[in-house]
């Protein structure tokens, strides 16, 4: 398997395919999963020629088990630390709720060169929590129920999630995939408790503001209205409102984890993007 070690020891493993001289799509997975979550879009970018890359979040997957650094400006700095150490250049970055809140801060301080372009999948930006300068927000007390959940019983509650809101499953006539519920429990439950719930605050309480405002690239933002994690109206379109060359794709009635779902819609629209 393969690693890079951060400046303070820890170890971000990482998947590699496809020709090194390719044009690079980096994917940044959701929260408590893995680069697993991504096989399906690696293995469709691949057949297309490009060089696909997907690493494990400190904390979660094959990664260490980290207990601090779990928080956004760690997170960005260990993905500058993969770039350099794979000396990625004009690569795509695309990462899905909190991986897209991982993109956002990393790619509106990467260095010059190393992207040509981003896209946002569902993901957690401008900010999630509720507050007096967010009134859509969620009520703190939410991410709160997610911590005492996670304490109480993980392994339970990482069955819930993926059998309930995550791919809607929970909607009527819903098609449910026992296999997908199952490796989304199986991703989760590989990384650490500590950094887990350490990410619900990264993940809810994080002002991605500053960081729209300064990314300057191509950005797509793609979300699903019936999204019933990051609920849509609070998200996608205040982030394209930040964004210097920002575009919406509104996909109604896909849950959260559509790129799953729905493969077959959301990955040509990816390509499509990527090749524009």
């Not at 709720?97 to 946002?120: D, F, H, M, N, W």
Request: hydrophobic fraction near 40%; aromatic fraction near 10%; glycine fraction near 10%.
């Amino acid at each position: 398997m393969s690693f890079v070690k951060t400046q303070d020891g820890t170890e971000i493993y990482y998947k590699d395919w496809g020709p090194k001289d390719a044009q690079p799509i980096v994917f940044h997975h959701g929260w408590p999963l893995s680069a697993d979550d991504w096989d399906g879009q690696m293995m469709y970018f691949l057949e297309q020629g490009y060089r696909v890359i997907a690493h494990d979040r400190r904390g979660h997957g094959r990664s260490t088990q980290t207990w601090t650094g779990n928080e956004m400006d760690t997170y960005a700095a260990d993905v500058a630390v993969l770039t350099d150490a794979l000396d990625l250049k004009n690569a795509v970055h695309i990462g899905h709720s909190t991986g897209g809140g991982e993109v956002t801060r990393y790619v509106a301080r990467a260095k010059p060169g190393r992207v040509s372009k981003a896209i946002l999948i569902g993901a957690v930006p401008p900010i999630m929590v509720k507050s007096d300068q967010n009134p859509g927000g969620l009520p703190i007390e939410v991410f709160d129920g997610f911590r005492a959940a996670l304490v109480a019983n993980r392994a339970q509650f990482f069955l819930d999630v993926p059998a309930g809101p995550f791919y809607g499953y929970n909607r009527p006539g819903a098609k449910v995939s026992q296999g997908v519920i199952e490796n989304w429990w199986r991703q989760g439950m590989a990384g650490g408790a500590k950094a887990h719930y350490d990410c619900i605050k990264a993940f809810s309480e994080t002002d991605f503001t500053d960081d729209l405002k300064a990314i300057t690239v191509p950005t797509l933002v793609m979300h699903g209205d019936d999204d019933q994690i990051v609920p849509y109206a609070d998200s996608a379109p205040l982030s394209v409102k930040l964004l210097k060359n920002g575009t919406l794709k509104t996909y109604a009635g896909l849950p959260h984890g559509l790129c799953t779902t729905h493969p077959e819609i959301v990955n040509p629209d990816l390509l499509a993007f990527i090749k524009s």
